[in-house]
Every structure is written in C-alpha cells, then in structure tokens.
C-alpha cells in the first residue's frame, strides 16, 4: 500500500518549550492510524503542525509524496482534513449548512448532493435535525456532524482530534462505528486519542506519545496485548 | 401627510440600512465597530460628482464609478490598516483607533481638496412629485427606496444563498474552524470589505442627490451605526429593520413635533433599547452547546 502521510524527526516549540522531538510516523492509503498518549504528550501539536496551524522547527512532513503547504485550504483541496478537538461546528449555521461549509472548496460541485445524501444515510439523526442550527444538537450528534462535515470535504485522510473527549461511553462506541464504517469504505483515519483502548480496537496501526517522543508503536492488536505498555504510558 | 412621511422615512431609512449593514456585516466578522465606514459614503459621493463634473461622465456612469470608489476605498482600509493590526495580534480597540484615525483624515483631506462648499451633481434631478390617493410623494424618494430595495435584496440573497456567504457566516460564526476546513478567511474578508464599501458608495451617491455633497456627510454613518446597534450589531437583517425604524422615527419627529429634536429621539431610542433589550433587536445568539 502506498504511504499518504510522512511525517519525518519532525520538531516544535511553544515558546521555548520543545513540544515535540523528533517525532516520525507513516500513515498508508486505507488505514486507520491511532497516535496515543497522555495528556501533554504532543499529540495535538503534531496534528497543529500536519494541519499547518503551527510552524515546524525541523523534520518534514509530507502528504502523497509532497511537503505540505502552509496554507490551511491548499490542505484540504488536497484531502487532508481535520475533525478538530471539541467539535468546533458552526452552531449558528443549520446542519445542512455546516455541511455545505464543508463542500465548499469541492471542485465536483455536481456530486455535491449525492454525497449529501450518503452521509445522511451513515447519520439519519442528522437528516432529521437538517434545518436546526448546529449549536442546538446534543454533544454526541455535533460530534457526529463534525465527521459528516469532514466527510463532505471528500477527504483522502481524516484526521479526528480526540473524537471521544466530553461524550458519553454509548456515544463513544457509536463515533468509533462510525470511523470504522468510513474507514471501510477506503478512507485512510488519522486518530488522535487519550481514549486507548477504543483506538487500539480499531487502528490498524498505532503510536505511542510521551512528553514529545514516540516511544512505541505496533499493530493495533500487538499494542493491546502490550498492557504493561499501555499502562506504563497511558497511565491506565 | 401621514403617508407621505411614512415614504420619506423608509427612503431616509433605506439610506441608513445601506451603511447599517455595512458596520453589521464587518462587525460579525472582525468584532470591532468600523469607524470609517460612513466616510466610504462620503468618498462615493465624491467620486461621483468628479466623474460627472470633471470627467463630464452621463449620471449613471458616473454614480457606479461613486460606488466603485466606496469599494475600493474600504478594501485598502482593510488592506493596508486592519490586516496589518490583525496579524500583529493587537486587541479589536486597537482596529476601532485605527478606523477613528482613517475617519478624520478622510475628512479632512475632503475638505482640502473640495473645500467645505456644499456641491451637487450637475444633473437635472426629479423634483416632482406623484400623487397617490392624497399624498404627493417625491419621485426622488421613490427612485432612492426602489434602488436601495433592489440593493439590499441581492445582499439578502448573497449572504443567504450563495457559497460566498456561507463562507462569510462561517467565519463570523468561528473563524478557527473555518479555516481549519479550507475557507480562505483573508480573502473572505477584503471581499467583505469591497461589499461594504460599495453598499457605502450607493449610499452615498443617494444621500448626495437629496441633501447634497460636503465634506462632513460621513457622518451619517453615526446614524446607521445606532441603527446597526438597534437592530443587534452583527445581524444583517436587523441592520435593515434597526435602519427602518430609525428613518421613519427620525422623519416623523421632525414632520410632527420638531426637527431640532430628531437626534434626542434617535438617542432616546437606542439608549431605551439597550435597557430594555442590550443584545438588540436581532440579537439572539444560539448558544454553543460544547
């Protein structure tokens, strides 16, 4: 399988705290990767830095064998998107509208509809609400129209941001369906995540952060069988 | 009479809205109060007597190269002066100095090139009346409220309808996540700007035809600024209905009790609705959840 995301001894600093370093990862076409760690591991910062939200200090990253730009839009005309942490819909815009939003840089435009409908039948909650504003969905189907909103993008890689954080378990077991059930249909996921277990369930691959390093990875099966690992790092 | 005011108050309205959705539409995108906007007004209505006087251009040319030069005018404000203050991460007051700043050097610089005489475009305008049921109306009003009705109709629409105005809500709503998901929040914005700017110039050349052109005219933009805020600053529509309600409550006050008091009543109104009502009237903010 051919790799889609590269990210290469790639380092970063707030201020002069070094956020991350050296961190190298691979995400192939079709895979589900999950990046693991505690809290200040450097997880969000190394999808800031593959979003081109924050500025690398050393390393590379590449996406489809080129180094990405700089520029947010260009990311997602290429199929690089982001389900960003706390869900960040638009809740003064309808359901229908986030989705829109979401298509907005499409070429296909005519497709735009047909996709639509898709998404409504992965999310018939959504359908229903279709007309309300965002901000008046519970917190497990803002979760839910954030992935659909990524998915209107027509993505190649998905990444999600702590998709689990403030939900409840039953809606947690229904967002990582629902990531599998994408992921099946051939869309490479990039799963950043505190939430061990459900990610490792599910990821083909995974990574494990501490304090801005990789310190081990392995198939997700391999990972899970690992539990000294996952407790040592995870602190569960 | 109760009519024909009634007509004059929506077209004084109308203007209002034109400059009212202006102020709305940049505060829901960048949260600061554009002080300059109403000298965009002034710079339309400028352009337009230097193209019919100087350039000798037929009126029509001339008022769209009025609403060309609002635009223009705006965008590099927002170019030059607001960009560069946004990416140097200073507070919003920071913007509103700025505006203040750019409002009276427009003015004056105005008032050195033109001089502070009153001028007006060297066209024949209607002056006559038509007369429905028992009241003459003023073909000019009538002209002013179908332009500014036509106007602010494609602007419903473009905000409500198009991709373009997607975008734009989106921003205002979270520009974080906007740009998180491909929405070119610069370029959204200077396009913001140049619209703003030519509703501004529309404005303009309209105020210009009924109570002339001089230097100190941007200052209605102060009275579309109240009505911004009585509609509930940010929301389009309510910039139109907030600019309605003062046009009519100003040309009825002035009509029936007295013209000198027409400012105490528009301040008399807003300061009752921010007492009442401090959101405005279109205020209402859904709340975010998470």
């Not at chain 1, 809606?171 to 869309?187: D, L, R, T």
């Not at chain 2, 991460?89 to 203040?100: C, E, Q, V, Y």
């Not at chain 2, 049921?133 to 000019?140: F, R, T």
Request: proline letters at 3%; a neutral charge; one cysteine or more.
């Amino acid at each position: 399988m051919s790799e889609l995301l590269k990210v290469t001894d790639v380092t970063a600093a707030y201020g002069g705290i070094h956020a991350l370093q050296g961190v190298s990862l691979k995400v192939d076409e079709g895979e589900i990767v999950a990046v693991l760690g505690a809290n200040g591991a450097g997880k969000s910062t190394l999808l800031k830095c593959i979003s081109a939200i924050m500025k690398v200090t050393g390393g590379t990253i590449e996406f489809m064998g080129e180094p990405i730009s700089n520029k947010p839009y260009e990311l997602v005309e290429k199929g690089l998107v982001q389900v960003p942490e706390g869900r960040q819909i638009f809740a003064k815009l309808t359901v229908e509208e986030n989705l829109r939003v979401g298509a907005g840089l499409r070429k296909d435009k005519e497709n735009v509809p047909k996709d639509m409908e898709r998404v409504y039948g992965i999310f018939p909650r959504l359908k229903e609400r279709e007309k309300q504003y965002g901000g008046l969905l519970s917190g497990g189907e803002q979760q839910m129209l954030a992935i659909a909103r990524g998915i209107m993008a027509k993505p190649k890689l998905m990444m999600f941001d702590e998709p689990s954080l403030g939900l409840a378990p039953v809606v947690v077991s229904q967002v990582f369906e629902v990531i599998k059930e994408i992921n099946a249909e051939g869309m490479a996921i990039m799963l950043i995540e505190q939430n061990a277990q459900k990610a490792l369930e599910i990821a083909h691959h995974a990574y494990i952060m501490q304090t801005g390093k990789v310190v081990a990875s392995g198939t997700g099966e391999e990972l899970l069988k690992d539990e000294t690992m996952v407790s040592a790092y995870l602190g569960e | 009479m109760f009519f024909q005011q009634l007509i004059t108050g929506i077209s004084v309205g109308g203007i209002y809205a034109l400059l009212a959705t202006g102020y709305s539409l940049i505060y829901s995108l960048l949260d600061f109060s554009n002080w300059s906007h109403g000298e965009f007004a002034m710079i339309g209505a400028y352009t337009a007597i230097v193209f019919s006087t100087v350039v000798k251009a037929p009126f029509a040319l001339a008022a769209l190269a009025g609403v060309a030069g609002g635009a223009l005018v705006s965008f590099l404000c927002e170019r030059f002066a607001y960009r560069r203050i946004r990416r140097n991460g200073a507070p919003n007051m920071f913007l509103m100095i700025a505006a203040m700043g750019l409002s009276n050097v427009f003015q004056q610089a105005s008032n050195l090139i033109f001089t502070g005489q009153y001028r007006s475009y060297p066209f024949q305008l209607p002056v006559s009346t038509v007369k429905v049921g028992s009241a003459y109306i003023g073909v000019l009003d009538v002209v002013s409220l179908l332009i500014t009705a036509v106007v602010l109709m494609a602007l419903i629409y473009m905000i409500n309808k198009t991709q373009f105005g997607l975008n734009v809500r989106a921003i205002a709503n979270n520009a974080g996540a906007a740009k998180v998901l491909g929405i070119k929040v610069d370029s959204n914005i200077a396009k913001v700007f140049l619209l703003a700017g030519s509703l501004a110039g529309v404005a303009g050349v309209l105020y210009g035809m009924k109570y002339n052109v001089f230097p100190t005219m941007g200052n209605v933009g102060l009275k579309a600024f109240i009505a911004s805020v009585i509609g509930g600053l940010g929301s389009v529509p309510g910039a139109i209905v907030g600019a309605m309600l003062l046009g009519v409550l100003e040309t009825f006050v002035s009509a029936y009790i007295s013209s000198s008091l027409r400012d105490f009543f528009s301040f008399a109104l807003l300061i009752v609705l921010l007492l009442v009502k401090p959101s405005g009237l279109f205020g209402v903010d859904v709340q975010d959840k998470a």
